[in-house]
């Protein structure tokens, strides 16, 4: 049989993947610069997820932040590898929805820290959201500004059952000192109280109720602003003995109490750190769930809560969020030349 491939034809798919292959081979072409005006940003709020729509809608972590700042007359910048577009004002405040999940948000934070169209030399960054607290700690729509944050998930674990009972599961590991822990700008922590502290804060029947379930004085505590320590993992740890456990690592690493859990600041600072420095980062968090069950409950019980029966709250807290830091960022925009080289002294 004949072969329906002629030499001309051959001759031509040959020239085609010739040129298939140089074309491969050749350097790639520099990105061009952008002709986009550079965005000098003085605050970046970071949040990690929004329910639905900015605005309009169920808030989340973002929305209430959205419109206070970029609802009217905004920037919208998308940012290859980021998960959402960056929003920013006249004024040098931008923001974005980073993604949950210390992948996910320090992925989007990287992304956005090295696009051309932004100057980031002197901004102050504001890690924003939802949380959990220890009921002997905290309460819920409390808001916590981070003195350290510290990554609860390097280490070495193992189970219970494989131990003395009652002692602790969890090992640091070698080489990771200079990334699991880290103690936030302690000036920047005092401004930010100083500026917050006295916030007005919502709560609700539902909150109210949900915390007489506790014995905890802490617990039972209407909502407040606070400091402490805030533990970064991946994993949502619940019970008493995982609470715990997290107590045990604020103090192994030598840093403050441990009172709000979280999945993000650590790796977010991180990111900053290296490509910025970390004397400007903020970790803000509103506590809207404990991370353990009361006396009357298991764990499980507490993880998958009967309809009706799951804490109150959300509502108030992520407003109550955006409360505590918009004063916080209010401030430093209004006084940026007292602030744009740094944190200024805080006279007692």
């Known amino acids: 049989m004949r072969s329906l491939r002629s030499p001309a034809l051959l001759r031509l798919l040959l020239a ?37 729509k900015n605005t309009g809608d169920r808030a989340g972590e973002f929305q209430h932040w959205y419109e ?80 350290w944050v510290l990554d609860y998930d390097l280490g070495h674990r193992w189970a219970p059952e494989e131990n003395t009972a009652g002692a602790p599961t969890f090992m640091p590991r070698k080489g990771y000192e200079a990334v699991r822990r880290f103690e936030l700008n302690p ?45 970064t993992g991946d994993t949502f740890f619940h019970g008493p003995g ?41 970790s803000l968090r509103g506590a809207v769930n404990f991370d353990q069950g009361n006396p009357k409950e298991t764990t499980l019980q507490h993880l998958d809560p009967a309809p009706g029966e799951t804490a109150g709250g959300f509502a108030e807290t992520v407003q109550n969020v955006e409360l505590v830091g918009s004063r916080v960022v209010d401030h430093i925009v209004a006084n940026w030349p007292q602030w744009q080289a740094g944190v200024p002294a805080l006279k007692p």
């Open 187 to 231: 000036q920047l922590v005092a401004w930010a109280m100083k500026l917050s502290a006295d916030t007005p804060l919502k709560d609700s029947d539902a909150a109210r109720a949900y915390r007489m379930r506790y014995p905890d004085a802490a617990a039972r505590r209407a909502p407040f602003v606070g400091t402490g320590t805030h533990m």
């Open 68 to 147: 206070r700042y970029w609802m009217k007359d905004a920037t919208e910048v998308s940012v290859r590898g980021a998960l959402n577009p960056v929003y920013c004002n006249a004024d040098g405040v931008c923001g974005s929805v980073l993604g949950m999940g210390k992948v996910s948000s320090s992925a989007s934070v990287q992304a956005i820290l090295l696009n051309p169209r932004f100057d980031f030399s002197q901004t102050y960054f504001v890690i924003s959201g939802v949380a959990g607290t220890p009921p002997s700690r905290g309460t819920i729509g409390e808001v916590s500004w981070g003195t």
């Open 16 to 52: 085609s993947a010739l040129a298939t292959t140089l074309a491969a081979c050749a350097p790639m072409r520099p990105q061009e610069p952008t002709k986009e005006p550079t965005i000098k940003v003085k605050v970046f709020v970071g949040a990690m997820f929004e329910i639905g």
């Open 242 to 282: 995982m609470s715990a456990q997290a107590q045990y690592i604020a103090k192994l690493y030598g840093a403050d109490d441990y009172v709000i859990t979280e999945m993000e600041a650590a790796a977010i600072t991180l990111v900053i750190k290296r490509l910025q420095g970390s004397d400007r980062v903020m």
